[in-house]
């Protein structure tokens, strides 16, 4: 349990306002160690059932990623938990209705192509992660090639018309959307009275910069986050937290502690 009067009063106020609060987590760093191969990432022991535990008690729970909603659902399927997958420009409700951005959809024949390309091209030492709409090239395997994977990501974004995204050891090429954490938060919580974010990378920064200018404007509106640390990328995310814990396992105990606030004894 992590004792601390900032967590203990922020878990107050959510108990509180459960019928109109929302806690919304990142995925990888997050719910999950960092991995060199991302396909094979799972969430840390015992975060899936401190999630649902949470999501049975307050208004809404959502995971929001740069992961696939196809490979969120293998985790979190089944659960009152929305997921948001690729940034928002896919979801899937609760009730099993997924949908995909209409506009990112002529995009998938660019993206196939420079995943193509990638595998042929690039050091066969980079990992490719084909997501369908976005191709993700991971060079946490061959730090090393970091300048080759920014100069051909670069090189193929201009071709191409893709955005490129990076993160912890990895450079993604997504549709030149204007999608992103930020925006799915400021979609998702918009009847929210209360939300907490949690997360630890540069993707989550859009989200925290939404959640910070809801608070600068409606004084009424509570927000917590916490970070996980990240001593790769994560400076930036670690200043807009509220709390930091030390890894995705440090993180259960803190849920725990939130769904024990939730239950009916504690409120």
Same mark, same amino acid.
């Given at each position: 349990?992590?004792?601390?009067?900032?967590?203990? =009063?922020?878990?107050? $106020?959510?108990?509180?306002?459960?019928?109109?609060?929302?806690?919304?987590?990142?995925?990888?760093?997050?719910?999950?160690? $960092?991995?060199?191969?991302?396909?094979?990432?799972?969430? %840390?022991?015992?975060?899936?059932?401190?999630?649902?535990?949470?999501?049975?008690?307050?208004?809404?729970?959502?995971?929001? &990623?740069?992961?696939?909603?196809?490979?969120?659902?293998?985790?979190?399927?089944?659960?009152?938990?929305?997921?948001?997958?690729?940034?928002?420009?896919?979801?899937?409700?609760?009730?099993?209705?997924?949908?995909?951005?209409?506009?990112?959809?002529?995009?998938? &024949?660019?993206?196939?192509?420079?995943?193509?390309?990638? %595998?042929?091209?690039?050091?066969?030492?980079?990992?490719?992660?084909?997501?369908?709409?976005?191709?993700?090239?991971?060079?946490?395997?061959?730090?090393?090639?970091?300048?080759? %994977?920014?100069?051909?990501?670069?090189?193929?974004?201009?071709?191409?018309?893709?955005?490129?995204?990076?993160?912890?050891?990895?450079?993604?090429? #997504?549709?030149?959307?204007?999608?992103? #954490?930020?925006?799915? $938060?400021?979609?998702?919580?918009? =009847?929210?009275?209360?939300?907490?974010?949690?997360?630890?990378?540069?993707?989550?920064?859009?989200?925290?910069?939404?959640?910070?200018?809801?608070?600068?404007? =409606?004084?009424?509106?509570?927000?917590?986050?916490?970070? %996980?640390?990240?001593?790769?990328?994560?400076?930036?995310?670690?200043?807009?937290?509220?709390?930091?814990?030390?890894?995705?396992?440090?993180?259960?105990?803190?849920?725990?502690?939130?769904?024990?606030?939730?239950?009916?004894?504690?409120?």
């Amino acid at each position: 349990m992590i004792e601390s009067q900032s967590v203990t =009063d922020a878990l107050r $106020i959510a108990a509180e306002r459960r019928q109109t609060c929302g806690f919304f987590f990142d995925f990888d760093g997050t719910l999950s160690e $960092i991995r060199d191969d991302p396909a094979g990432v799972e969430p %840390v022991p015992g975060v899936v059932a401190a999630v649902a535990e949470i999501a049975e008690h307050i208004r809404t729970v959502a995971v929001v &990623s740069g992961r696939p909603v196809d490979f969120l659902r293998k985790h979190f399927g089944g659960l009152p938990v929305r997921l948001y997958g690729l940034y928002g420009m896919e979801s899937l409700d609760p009730d099993g209705t997924l949908w995909t951005d209409p506009e990112v959809v002529p995009w998938i &024949s660019a993206v196939a192509d420079v995943a193509k390309r990638a %595998v042929t091209e690039l050091d066969p030492d980079i990992l490719v992660e084909d997501k369908r709409l976005s191709v993700a090239l991971h060079y946490r395997t061959a730090p090393h090639l970091r300048a080759q %994977v920014e100069r051909w990501g670069g090189d193929r974004a201009s071709e191409y018309g893709l955005s490129p995204l990076p993160g912890r050891m990895v450079l993604e090429l #997504k549709p030149p959307i204007r999608r992103d #954490k930020g925006g799915v $938060i400021r979609a998702a919580t918009g =009847d929210l009275r209360c939300v907490w974010y949690f997360g630890d990378d540069l993707g989550d920064l859009p989200a925290l910069t939404a959640l910070a200018d809801r608070a600068k404007a =409606d004084r009424g509106f509570e927000v917590f986050r916490v970070g %996980v640390s990240n001593p790769e990328t994560g400076d930036q995310v670690a200043a807009m937290m509220d709390v930091i814990v030390g890894s995705p396992r440090d993180l259960v105990p803190l849920l725990r502690q939130a769904g024990q606030a939730f239950t009916p004894s504690h409120t």
